[in-house]
């Protein structure tokens, strides 16, 4: 049970810390693109697609990354979401180099979620005998 309690610790200080460098990541570019020369443009967004696009992943994916520092069970799921509507709407056209590096601390959090409340069952179990 220890074991267990110190691989859950394990795999979520490494979301934690790999979300921590993405979101600092992420945010680097959008506020440099914000406060940029090319700031003045109206013409960002061609369609619809390129918009949607937008929101899946920088703004949808840092949701659910920051969320994830309380929830990480929620943030994991919102993050994981934004990743497949992106692929969906992006023609399946995403690179994997891509998605294994930012979406890295997503699936860790998903599964310090699910390894943690496998151990809160487990707990109770012992407590009812």
């Known amino acids: 049970m220890k074991n267990q309690t110190h691989i859950n610790k394990t795999v979520l200080w490494s979301a934690r810390i790999w979300g921590s460098l993405?979101?600092?990541?992420?945010?680097?570019?959008?506020?440099?693109?914000?406060?940029?020369?090319?700031?003045?443009r109206t013409d960002t967004f061609k369609d619809p697609i390129e918009l949607i696009s937008f929101i899946c992943f920088p703004v949808i994916t840092c949701i659910g990354l920051v969320l994830a520092y309380k929830w990480p069970g929620l943030g994991g799921l919102i993050s994981i979401l934004a990743l497949f509507t992106g692929i969906a709407i992006q023609g399946f056209a995403i690179e994997v180099n891509f998605i294994l590096l930012i979406y890295t601390p997503a699936i860790l959090y998903l599964t310090y979620w699910f390894l943690s409340s496998k151990d809160r069952k487990i707990i109770k179990r012992m407590k009812l005998h």
Do not use: D, K, N, S
Request: hydrophobic residues 80%; charged residues 10%.
């Open 22 to 40: 993405i979101l600092a990541f992420i945010l680097f570019f959008v506020i440099a693109y914000i406060f940029g020369e090319e700031a003045a």
